[in-house]
């Protein structure tokens, strides 16, 4: 997740195309060192003084790392919301197979079974409009974010993607997508594989909120596993929250969070707080632009202990 029109690469915070004026001219056409052009005049000793700051400027912008400065302090944490200084998780190579392909319990709910998006809304006619075939489902550009037509509490979630091959873009343009929880906890869904980006917008991370605890991505075209557990809020009459949300993540096998708490909402370059509601609501998969792919996706209900035998 992040907003459209935020700059990717390393030059986050300068536009795609500017340039800077004086006896010399400077060009940005893309976000990496080959899109960078300097136009020096015939007398370059009358300017060498001018062009060193900015030399020094943009070998400053490689060096400081991919996210932002700027940005609200986390709750509980020394971090900033896509912190450029936070490390990035070590990465750990999955095996070659967890629970791919993974059948469904008997008590799940098969949100897509490799055939339609029945059990998905979205769109201007309520139908999700997102591209079905050879037993997945593939994002869209511009047609809008799509959600499952039921709502659920508490969850234990099988979710399957993979990211575009070949890969193109960096950092939080390259394979984007997201999986929130009760529409409104991302975890995030990116390719990271041999790409950098801020450390709570890696693939698997609670996004703005929390890193995953490793980078288990899987190569661009193969697919991922997530296995998500959810919890939802727990709110008192008068709306205060008695029971945060969390989650507990394994993607590809590997565990990236335990029963991790979310601060509130999923927000980009901010904190969005905790807001009373039923304690319900739907799954929800991001249209980011890129054509992220996605199959066998289910479902169950957590359960309570010491229920009758069915």
């Not at 005049?41 to 300017?47: A, E, H, I, L, V």
């Not at 791919?100 to 079974?113: E, G, K, M, R, Y």
């Amino acid at each position: 997740m992040s907003e459209e029109t935020e700059p990717k690469g390393l030059f986050r915070g300068i536009p795609r195309s500017s340039s800077i004026e004086a006896d010399f001219s400077v060009e940005f056409s893309g976000a990496d060192p080959e899109g960078l052009r300097i136009q020096v005049p015939s007398d370059p000793m009358n300017t060498l003084a001018r062009l060193l700051p900015l030399a020094l400027a943009t070998a400053t912008a490689f060096a400081a790392g991919v996210g932002y400065d700027n940005t609200p302090q986390i709750p509980g944490q020394k971090w900033k919301v896509h912190d450029k200084n936070r490390p990035n998780p070590p990465i750990v190579e999955p095996g070659e197979s967890f629970s791919h392909q993974a059948p469904a319990p008997a008590d799940a709910v098969v949100l897509f079974d490799g055939k339609d998006l029945s059990k998905w809304k979205g769109g201007k006619d309520g139908k999700a409009p997102w591209k079905v075939e050879n037993g997945y489902f593939e994002v869209v550009k511009g047609t809008g974010d799509i959600q499952t037509q039921e709502k659920f509490k508490d969850f234990q979630l099988h979710f399957e993607w993979s990211a575009p091959n070949p890969p193109k873009g960096d950092s939080q343009g390259r394979g984007n997508s997201g999986l929130f929880l009760h529409g409104l906890y991302e975890v995030q869904v990116l390719d990271v594989y041999n790409n950098k980006t801020y450390a709570d917008g890696q693939a698997g991370g609670l996004y703005g909120m929390w890193p995953p605890l490793q980078n288990a991505m899987k190569k661009p075209g193969q697919w991922n596993t997530y296995d998500v557990i959810f919890e939802g809020p727990l709110f008192d009459a008068e709306g205060k929250v008695t029971r945060k949300a969390s989650v507990t993540v394994i993607h590809n096998g590997v565990v990236l969070h335990h029963k991790q708490e979310f601060n509130g909402p999923s927000g980009h370059q901010n904190t969005p707080k905790y807001f009373k509601y039923d304690g319900t609501g739907p799954i929800r998969l991001q249209d980011h632009g890129d054509p992220v792919r996605f199959r066998n996706i289910w479902i169950r209900p957590l359960g309570e202990y010491d229920q009758p035998e069915k």
